[in-house]
């Protein structure tokens, strides 16, 4: 009788699964070894070469967090011994921060680093202001652009200043071609209560007078000064010298300084625009100016009537020291931005 052949191919197909695999056959008695536990994958700078498509075997399923499932994973060749880490070009926007910059951006705005680099000096601090007999800091001021400096000795806590130290801040705050006119009393006050308000030890400024390149700007009639508070940002100055009233109170965030004019009803603004660069000026605030100046003039304030040319010197600093004698509102006048600060 004939034995079935079936069980014998059986046999062999299963002893030769088992010589290929390396391993020796199963029997009934011997149970198969579990599997090896997945490594973790390698980082991308040492993974091996991938291997042939005819002797790759499959990957363990390995789940990933959401947020990495859903990413492009880039695989990187092997790193050397001592090599140095590959820079991968970045793109979109991220890709122009890397980059060198040819000027730096200043709240919107657009001035060289050698400029911007310069407004930081402009604010740092000084350390203590000098003291007169009575113990008040004296009020300094100090050209940024070499005009040089003076120490004034207030009067009072709030300031107020002899003539003699009057003449000597028009002579400071001359324009650049060396022309001279006498500045506001009231303006020196306000610089004085900026200095002592931050603890600073001098006011810096960047200009005063200047001949006026059109009627109605204060830097033309000695009202108008372009300053710095050292250990202050200009933002804070600007807060602070729109609560005093009847101001003009302008920042230059790309130029680094704060306007600040004397005037017969407060207006704010800011200017964008960097030095040298046509003006950018927007009003801000008209709700606060005005609210600032009626509680201003409740407390007995008075603006300064708006600055006029005439022929008449004697008829105007009468009409002055009427004004300023008259607890009464000016006549309102448009509000506008000394835009010629550049």
């Not at 790759?56 to 967090?65: D, I, Q, R, T």
């Not at 710095?228 to 010298?241: I, M, Q, R």
């Amino acid at each position: 009788m004939r034995r079935p052949v079936l069980p014998l191919l059986v046999c062999a197909s299963i002893a030769t699964a088992s010589l290929a695999s390396g391993g020796p056959p199963p029997s009934s008695s011997t149970k198969a070894p579990p599997p090896p536990a997945a490594k973790p994958a390698l980082a991308a700078s040492k993974a091996a070469p991938a291997l042939s498509a005819s002797k790759a075997a499959p990957a363990p399923s390995v789940a990933l967090p959401a947020a990495a499932s859903s990413a492009k994973l880039a695989v990187l060749p092997a790193a050397k011994p001592g090599a140095k880490p590959p820079v991968v070009a970045a793109k979109g926007p991220i890709a122009n921060a890397t980059a060198k910059p040819k000027a730096v951006a200043m709240l919107s705005g657009w001035a060289p680093p050698s400029y911007v680099a310069m407004v930081k000096k402009w604010h740092v601090p000084s350390g203590k202001a000098p003291v007169d007999a009575a113990g008040r800091p004296k009020l300094v001021l100090s050209s940024i652009n070499g005009l040089g400096r003076v120490e004034l000795s207030p009067l009072g806590d709030r300031g107020g200043f002899a003539p003699v130290d009057l003449d000597r801040v028009s002579h400071l705050l001359r324009s650049s071609d060396g022309a001279e006119h006498p500045i506001d009393a009231r303006l020196l006050d306000i610089a004085y209560a900026l200095q002592r308000h931050f603890g600073a030890g001098e006011i810096r400024f960047l200009s005063g007078y200047r001949a006026p390149k059109r009627l109605g700007s204060n830097h033309g009639y000695g009202r108008a000064i372009d300053l710095v508070v050292p250990g202050a940002t200009d933002e804070e100055v600007a807060t602070y010298a729109r609560s005093l009233g009847f101001v003009g109170v302008g920042i230059y965030p790309t130029s680094g300084f704060v306007h600040l004019d004397v005037r017969d009803r407060s207006f704010f603004w800011v200017d964008r625009s960097g030095p040298g660069k046509p003006n950018k000026t927007v009003g801000i605030l008209a709700g606060d100016a005005a609210a600032v100046d009626a509680a201003a003039r409740k407390a007995g304030a008075v603006g300064l009537p708006a600055a006029k040319i005439g022929r008449d010197v004697e008829a105007s600093l009468a009409a002055h020291a009427k004004a300023l004698g008259s607890a009464a509102p000016p006549a309102a006048t448009e509000d506008v931005a000394d835009d010629d600060d550049h």
